[in-house]
């Protein structure tokens, strides 16, 4: 059974999840913002979306997520979890924002190091 630390941080990252949603359509997808950010506007939303745009570019909210998830899977113990968690933090805006591809991996293996139980696996390696 799950603790409760556990659907709590996963409620948490469902917020975020919707959060990061909220963003994608309302300011990168939203025709007012596309009419507005034209290049010519001085708007400070402008910048962010582009801002933004260049991250979802050069793809670094995913290498960030895999940074954190890649590690976390060899590394046990609390740190292990939380550097996994962190990696799923990542990953949802990647997810969202138009790197599926590398997210897609990051979510998996941090999602894997999160099912993996620290205790089988010490007993094991210790017999």
């Known amino acids: 059974m799950p603790s409760r ?4 941080l996963f409620a948490v990252l469902g917020v975020w999840l919707a959060l990061c949603y909220t963003l994608r359509f ?3 997808e939203n025709a007012h913002w596309v009419e507005v ?10 910048d962010v979306r582009a801002t933004l745009g ?15 998830s890649v590690p976390a899977f ?3 113990g609390v740190n292990g979890r939380k550097l996994a968690w962190l990696g799923l933090f990542a990953t949802a805006p990647a997810l969202v924002l138009y790197t599926v591809t590398p997210a897609v991996f ?8 999160l099912v993996r139980d620290d205790r089988h696996s010490a007993t094991a390696s210790n017999a």
């Open 5 to 8: 630390r556990s659907l709590v």
């Open 54 to 68: 260049r991250v979802i570019h050069f793809r670094l909210l995913a290498w960030a997520a895999l940074i954190c």
């Open 26 to 28: 309302q300011l990168m």
């Open 106 to 113: 990051s979510a998996l293996i941090a999602a894997l190091r």
């Open 74 to 76: 060899f590394i046990r």
């Open 37 to 46: 950010c034209d290049g010519k506007s001085a708007i400070a939303m402008c």
